[in-house]
């Protein structure tokens, strides 16, 4: 198994994608630790993993996610999935002061307290993984509001600690990953843009699938395929960039 006596944090676990990673770092032999804001969906996902340890923390709070690695001791993956309230669906020029900053400012700090407090740790036993995900829209997407420049924050924060964790035998990598069928539910996307009906759903993964270059959206299973190959020493030589699952709509 790829992470075999790796203890691993998923910040984020109770979510569609984030419950999916956990589970496969456990199949993969890995310790897990479930970090969410919600203790019931937290438990949801422990009950599929074996020992798994669930904790409930909020990974804006800078204290809380200190004091709970604390209690972690020894780390070897993190993995930041937390939701960052993103709203879309308006042009930029139509949308409200806080809704645009929203992603901007929660995703960053949270990206930004759950890698160092990850790295300082890992980086005092000379090895580690930082893990993060985004869709990619840094690269320009319309009618996404806050996402593209909350995406630019998370691939420059990834690339500058990989530069300075690289030496000190820490890597930090991250995932492209859009539309991924599964997880696309009114739902979930109606917490980001409350006008989409099923149709419209359609609608966006037919056009992201014809962007991309496989010409097919990524599944949750090779997401987190992904994620557990980068996550172990299969991928040693990968730090300071982002992969782009299944051909992602832009060059990596």
Avoid: C
Wanted: aromatic content about 4%; charged content about 20%.
């Amino acid at each position: 198994m790829l992470l075999t006596d790796r203890t691993a944090v998923v910040y984020g676990a109770g979510g569609s994608i984030g419950g999916a990673v956990a589970r496969a770092f456990a199949a993969e032999g890995a310790r897990v630790h479930l970090v969410g804001r919600t203790r019931e969906t937290l438990e949801a996902v422990a009950a599929d993993i074996k020992d798994a340890e669930v904790a409930v923390v909020d990974a804006l709070d800078e204290a809380a996610v200190e004091e709970h690695l604390a209690r972690v001791g020894d780390l070897d993956v993190s993995f930041n999935l937390v939701s960052r309230g993103d709203v879309q669906g308006l042009p930029i020029t139509d949308m409200p002061v806080d809704d645009f900053l929203a992603p901007v400012i929660n995703g960053t700090r949270a990206n930004f307290i759950t890698a160092r407090a990850a790295a300082r740790r890992m980086a005092e036993r000379g090895s580690g993984v930082v893990l993060t995900l985004n869709s990619g829209s840094a690269h320009g997407s319309p009618m996404m509001g806050g996402t593209g420049p909350a995406d630019a924050a998370t691939d420059s924060l990834v690339r500058n600690l990989a530069m300075e964790l690289g030496p000190r035998g820490v890597r930090a990598v991250g995932l492209w990953a859009a539309g991924i069928p599964e997880t696309l539910t009114i739902e979930k996307l109606g917490k980001v843009n409350p006008d989409l009906n099923e149709a419209a759903i359609q609608g966006i993964l037919d056009h992201l699938s014809s962007l991309r270059m496989t010409r097919r959206n990524p599944t949750l299973a090779e997401i987190t395929a992904t994620a557990v190959f980068l996550a172990s020493d299969h991928a040693a030589g990968i730090t300071g960039t982002f992969v782009n699952v299944t051909g992602g709509m832009f060059p990596g």
